[in-house]
């Protein structure tokens, strides 16, 4: 009995792991979908900021979850390129996202405005070295 609860609960325990890791962000195409696509969490930071108030909490959460992706976007391996400079593209990126998530933590709009600025301009080079 003691061993069929015992394996119940780890079975339970890998699926619930399993689902929970399909459910994060896995390839690149959907890492930046979450991050930039119309309704993301860039366009939401970006709405929030521009708010007379912005609401701190809300743009903490999200910046968190940018940073997150940030993250799992430099352990993907790009569709074209060097390797050496998607780590270094990547890493540049999470550094932003990361300096965005400090000065929101801070409630440091002007700090934040100017991360989301470096941001905004860090694509098209990324892009036209390793996007299809």
């Known amino acids: 009995m003691k061993f069929t609860a015992c394996l119940s609960i780890a079975t339970l325990a890998t699926l619930s792991l399993g689902a929970f890791l399909f459910a994060q962000a896995t390839d690149i195409k959907e890492i930046m979908a979450k ?6 969490l860039f366009p939401q930071i970006q709405k929030g900021l521009k708010a007379p108030a912005p609401n701190w909490a809300n743009l903490k959460n999200d910046s968190d979850e940018l940073v ?11 569709p074209k390129g060097d390797a050496a400079s998607w780590a270094a593209m990547s890493k540049g990126y999470l550094d932003e996202a990361t300096a965005l998530k400090t000065a929101i933590a801070a409630m440091n709009k002007a700090g934040a405005d100017a991360a989301i600025g470096k941001l905004a301009t860090s694509c098209t080079g990324c892009h036209k070295a390793h996007k299809n």
């Open 35 to 40: 991050a930039n696509k119309a309704g993301g």
């Open 68 to 78: 997150s992706l940030a993250t799992m976007l430099g352990k993907t391996k790009p």
